[in-house]
């Protein structure tokens, strides 16, 4: 997938919008490695998160 189709599809795991902007979190999932997004929102209220590949949650 190119880094335009990635930045077109990229998608808050905690609440599942659409992430646009500079404020969003990117970040590899401790357990398995998998490119994690979350919006500012979810970052700002602490809501857990769940990594869709291993199942992972975290804060």
Known sequence: ???SQQKRTRKCVSCGI????N???A???PDCGQQIYRCST???QSNLYKCPDCG???P
Do not use: L
């Not at 659409?18 to 902007?21: K, L, P, R, T, V």
């Open 1 to 3: 997938m190119s880094e």
């Open 27 to 29: 970040f590899k999932c």
């Open 18 to 21: 659409n992430i646009a902007g």
């Open 56 to 58: 992972f949650t975290g």
């Open 42 to 44: 979810c970052r700002k």
């Open 23 to 25: 404020n969003a979190a």
